[in-house]
């Protein structure tokens, strides 16, 4: 009798669908939120695997914040029709036109922080009783604490210290009326299994992910985008640098780094050697030492 074994590549993915099917099996309006990044095209890949071949039993929720990189929306839009998804687009134009939330002032303004009202209120309008994300635990140190089936009060937040717990792979997805769950396939998964799964199925990417030129800003540490929502103040030199991005999202806040690397073993082997987390470029991580957390707990992704 041969022997049989996997790699981890091949034990993360196993794990990752039996999560899913767990959640379509628990739930009886799940959706998954998909931004055209790399961790939800993976969770959408995964989706369609673990339900092939079946259609995902799911739909897809872009929370849009109307700042977003035009590579990342076209990629969206494209995968959507490819898959034949519905697509949910919650705007956060559309809480500000509504005064559900109040837009932020300043050289540092972003909406990425407003995001939490729109994903709620667009929770609740669609009754979803479950939010599939693409957090890992190895992002951020708040992110570490969420269980794979992360429970939220019926005012969407989030408690850290009442999380059920989950012995034997065993998931508690009970909830009363008005709660809902936020369930995190790839909790086990680093930045570098995320980059070695998408060679290994070959999945494309938006083009923002490898290396191009753009014009950059020097702000807080981070090199922004000039896009027409970011303006260079007086001190800040406008520079054209070769650059990519290791996570996507507001372009407000989402920081580039310098690099070289034109193809998925490029960023695998600079990935290997970086020392500095990918979430390391995210301005809005920096407003505190516990931003992220914060943001969870009021029900923040």
């Not at 196993?14 to 309006?29: C, K, M, N, P, W």
């Not at 939490?116 to 890992?136: K, M, N, P, S, Y």
Request: charged residues 30%.
């Amino acid at each position: 009798m041969s022997n049989y074994t996997v790699n981890h590549l091949q034990h993360l993915e196993s794990e990752a669908i039996y999560v899913l099917r767990e959640t379509a099996a628990q739930f009886g309006r799940p959706v998954l939120l998909f931004s055209g990044g790399k961790d939800s095209i993976v969770v959408a890949h995964l989706a369609k695997k673990a339900f092939w071949p079946g259609k995902m039993p799911f739909p897809l929720m872009h929370v849009d914040t109307g700042h977003n990189f035009a590579e990342t929306i076209d990629y969206r839009d494209q995968f959507v029709a490819d898959v034949g998804a519905n697509l949910v687009v919650a705007s956060v134009q559309k809480s500000i036109d509504e005064g559900r939330v109040q837009e932020e002032k300043g050289p540092n303004a972003s909406r990425n922080g407003l995001q939490t009202v729109t994903l709620l209120d667009a929770i609740e309008e669609h009754e979803f009783d479950c939010a599939i994300g693409g957090a890992r635990r190895d992002e951020e140190k708040a992110r570490a604490k969420e269980r794979f089936f992360s429970h939220r009060d019926e005012f969407g937040q989030w408690d850290p210290k009442n999380q059920r717990p989950e012995l034997w792979n065993l998931f508690n997805g009970r909830k009363a009326p008005g709660e809902h769950f936020r369930v995190f396939p790839l909790s086990n998964w680093t930045e570098m299994d995320v980059w070695q799964y998408i060679k290994q199925e070959n999945i494309p990417l938006p083009s923002i992910y490898f290396t191009h030129e753009r014009e950059v800003i020097r702000r807080g540490g981070t090199w922004l985008a000039v896009t027409d929502f970011i303006t260079p103040q007086p001190d800040e030199v406008v520079e054209t640098r070769q650059v990519r991005f290791r996570t996507v999202g507001d372009a407000t806040c989402t920081g580039a780094v310098e690099s070289p690397a034109a193809s998925i073993d490029d960023v695998i082997a600079e990935v290997a050697a970086a020392r500095q987390t990918e979430r390391g470029t995210r301005a809005d991580d920096k407003r505190s030492d516990t931003a992220m957390e914060d943001r969870k707990k009021a029900g923040y992704f």
